[in-house]
């Protein structure tokens, strides 16, 4: 059935959008965790690395993939490739989306929670803060109630079509995330002992690189850019014809980037600061922001309480358009594959959503006996999306683009149909970053884990 698609208004409105499914808690709670966990600097070298070398192409083959189709990733393989198996592809990167949102939203939840314990943190004591969050987080109900909150309003939003005024909204609470966030990098730089935290991340330790620090810094680079999932390919398709698809994945390549080395920048020189072992985990940051605006709360408890808010609010803001891009690919899906009503999609996958992430919030507390492959339910869900099926999805598309579609029909949607004064260089280095760069270094890593 063919409908009329919506597009996006403008290029900054296709980065914006683009870039607000890309900046979110990956950038300011994972990146900093997994930085800390795997070893700082040499980890965040191999980041880099992976988000050029292979998250970049694969941004590329989904832009090219969802606009030339103009449909979600599952339409969109039947349309390029009928009658093939493509579309099983387009399938399996309905579902990591969803299995995403599960545990994001439990996150998400936290978010919530430390929004309204804004008002006490100037008041408590320095060790109160600190060990705030894990009496939070292995507590039964509370998070559950932040998870409901969180996921509650993700699907409010995209049943409620308000998604257009989200945007707007972020286009004003981004740049205020951005300066708060360097306001605590330079304020959590002032406290003593932070240079450690500072070393931490510029002065690599080559000894600690081993396969699964780059599996996690391959993996960090696809959640961050929500890529492997058809998020940017869903959004591709809502983009119109003469926007430059190089453009705008450098656009949003380079934000999300650039957020998350600074988000490093504000957790972990106040993580050496408060005494926090680098490698803490999951809560790391929600453990030591509260322990930078208690800090600022001696000087002004006023201060420390709206810096304190603000900041989770626009955190708040930045994971909701996340998490909205995450349903979005799931509801394009049913409502246009399937012919469901959208408040049926929105009901089912936040309800399924809903349930796995109790499991995973729970995990934390009552079900933190219960492992898989040695893992808690929360951290095997992260690392089954992050470190195998994003990359899946984005070698299979990376395959798509680079050996399936015509190169001719890949040339004329990269140059908007020769309208772009194509660089026939550009083009050569990226479709050979498409073809063999990134599949390779992917199918690499996947190897190196298994040996
Ligand atoms: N990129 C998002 C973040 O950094 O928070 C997370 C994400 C969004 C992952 C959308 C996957 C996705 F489909």
């Known amino acids: 059935m063919e409908r009329k698609r919506e597009t996006f208004g403008s290029r900054f409105a296709v980065v914006m959008a683009m870039a607000g499914s890309a900046i979110g808690l990956g950038n300011i709670w994972r990146f900093p965790y997994m930085a800390g966990e795997y070893g700082g600097a040499a980890f965040i070298i191999v980041y880099i690395a992976a988000s050029l070398i292979l998250a970049l192409p694969i941004f590329f083959a989904e832009s090219i993939i969802g606009r030339r189709s103009g449909l979600g990733t599952f339409g969109a393989m039947e349309k390029l490739a009928p009658g093939t198996g493509w579309k099983w592809v387009g399938l399996l990167t309905v579902l990591s989306p ?80 951005f300066v708060l966030i360097l306001v605590i990098a330079i304020y959590g730089l002032s406290l003593p002992g932070s240079g450690k935290g ?77 005494g ?97 492959l040695g893992n808690s339910i929360f951290d095997f869900l992260d690392k089954l999306c992050s470190n195998w099926l994003l990359p899946l999805g984005g070698l299979l598309f990376t395959l798509f683009v680079g050996w399936k579609m015509s190169p001719s029909d890949v040339f004329d949607e990269f140059t908007n149909s020769g309208t772009l004064k194509a660089n026939k260089a550009v083009f050569k280095t990226v479709m050979l970053l498409i073809r063999y760069v990134a599949p390779a270094g992917i199918i690499a890593v996947f190897i190196s884990l298994l040996v």
């Open 198 to 274: 500072v070393e931490y991340l510029v002065k690599p330790d080559f000894s600690k690189l081993t396969p699964s620090t780059v599996t996690a810094a391959m993996g960090q680079a696809f959640f961050s850019l929500s890529l492997g999932v058809g998020t940017i390919l869903t959004y591709a398709s809502y983009m119109k014809k003469d926007e430059n698809i190089l453009v705008s994945g450098l656009g949003t390549a380079g934000f999300d980037l650039f957020f998350a080395i600074l988000a490093g920048f504000a957790v972990m020189p106040a993580v050496f600061a408060a």
């Open 98 to 177: 969803i299995i995403i949102l599960s545990y994001y939203s439990v996150v998400g939840g936290w978010s919530v929670e430390y929004l309204f314990k804004s008002f006490e943190f100037a008041r408590m004591q320095e060790n109160e803060v600190t060990g705030f969050f894990g009496l939070f987080i292995s507590s039964t109900w509370m998070p559950i109630l932040a998870h409901t909150a969180f996921l509650l309003l993700v699907g409010g939003v995209v049943l409620g079509g308000v998604r257009k005024g989200i945007e707007q909204f972020t286009k004003i609470t981004m740049p205020i995330l």
């Open 276 to 372: 926090i072992a680098p490698g803490a985990g999951p809560g790391i940051v929600f453990e030591t922001l509260p322990y930078i605006f208690n800090k600022m709360g001696a000087a002004s408890p006023l201060l420390c309480t709206g810096i304190s808010f603000l900041f989770f609010f626009t955190i708040l803001a930045a994971a909701l358009t996340s998490a909205i891009s995450m349903m979005e690919v799931g509801v394009a899906f049913l409502t246009e594959e399937k012919e469901m009503h959208r408040w049926s999609a929105v009901l089912l996958i936040t309800g399924f959503a809903w349930i796995v992430g109790v499991l995973c919030s729970l995990s934390f507390g009552p079900l933190s006996g219960v492992k898989i």
